[in-house]
């Protein structure tokens, strides 16, 4: 009883002359980022994504310096059975498949965060032109939206990657990010003109700023969010899409590698040496869903509708 006098007695100390509490006395308020970073903390499935995918990339990483095999060695039986030696098998040429898995792994992440990084530039600069310029700039980068959408990925980049002498890593990026720009683009479009009319933007220009200042300082870090997102979605979506390309023989060539080109080599084992199919496909379907339950928990992070976290 008496600690509770004393509480209602600092209280009321507490208070000024008006009734209400001194700046001191009221709680600290969070910022954005601490507010997001706690939602996502709390996406229990989005956390075990991450750890998922941190466990894949080290193992891919650091795993090779200790893997006794190496992944251009091809002095092993062909068709070896799974063993303690070789946990996967060996190829047809006589390479042990956990260093060809883990060599794929590093190159499909590679391309993957090339034509996330490159595809979401992309989208975001058109995007957010279209939606603060409008009129004529909106209608023409519209319309090549328009007209990329409607084109197969898969099937243009296939092509584009024939032609331009694909087989290199980079140029199998270059090639998927130049058809992976358009639903960044659309949704950034979206978000400008909705923050163009805001008061922050009014003032800004104003006080005489210019366009390339109010899109890049003022309109693109009020979209971090959605941006965020697609980044992390366009990964998932690279690494499927670098897959499809290998697995048809259009995508990554020899000295390179990727999950998709190892399936691609070895999908005719699947019923008499099947590890050599499923081990660098259960690592794909596990990179493609983490990255996608990632993308989930950063999209409810950065609602601010988003009260309760889903499991």
Do not use: C
Not at 114 to 138: E, H, K, N, P
Not at 189 to 218: D, N, Y
Request: hydrophobic share 50%; glycine share 8%; proline share 5%.
């Amino acid at each position: 009883m008496a600690d509770l006098n004393s509480l209602l007695a600092s209280n009321e100390a507490a208070t000024t002359a008006d009734g209400t509490l001194p700046p001191e006395a009221l709680p600290e308020p969070r910022s954005q980022g601490k507010l997001v970073l706690r939602k996502f903390l709390r996406h229990k499935l989005a956390m075990f994504s991450t750890g998922l995918l941190l466990l894949i990339v080290l193992f891919a990483i650091i795993m090779p310096l200790f893997w006794p095999h190496s992944y251009e060695d091809s002095s092993f039986p062909s068709f070896a059975k799974p063993s303690g030696e070789f946990p996967l098998g060996t190829t047809q040429v006589g390479k042990d498949m956990v260093s060809q898995v883990l060599r794929g792994t590093q190159y499909s992440l590679l391309i993957a965060l090339t034509v996330s990084i490159l595809s979401t530039a992309i989208g975001v600069i058109f995007g957010a032109v279209a939606g603060y310029l409008r009129g004529f700039s909106d209608s023409a980068i519209s319309r090549v939206t328009d007209l990329f959408l409607i084109v197969p990925q898969v099937a243009a980049a296939a092509i584009l990657a024939k032609v331009f002498g694909g087989g290199s890593w980079y140029i199998v990026a270059l090639v998927l990010a130049a058809f992976g720009w358009m639903q960044v683009a659309r949704i950034t479009r979206a978000e400008a003109m909705s923050l163009s009319q805001r008061e922050f933007v009014e003032s800004a220009r104003a006080s005489g700023a210019g366009t390339g200042r109010i899109i890049f300082k003022h309109l693109v870090p009020n979209m971090v969010g959605s941006i965020t997102v697609n980044a992390t979605l366009a990964v998932a979506q690279a690494v499927l899409a670098e897959a499809a390309l290998s697995f048809i023989g259009l995508g990554v060539q020899l000295p390179d590698t990727s999950l998709g080109r190892i399936i691609f080599e070895n999908y005719t084992q699947l019923s008499v040496n099947p590890m050599l199919f499923f081990g660098p496909f259960v690592v794909l379907v596990l990179i493609s869903l983490s990255i996608n339950f990632i993308g989930d928990g950063l999209r409810d992070a950065f609602d601010p509708r988003q009260r309760r976290m889903k499991a």
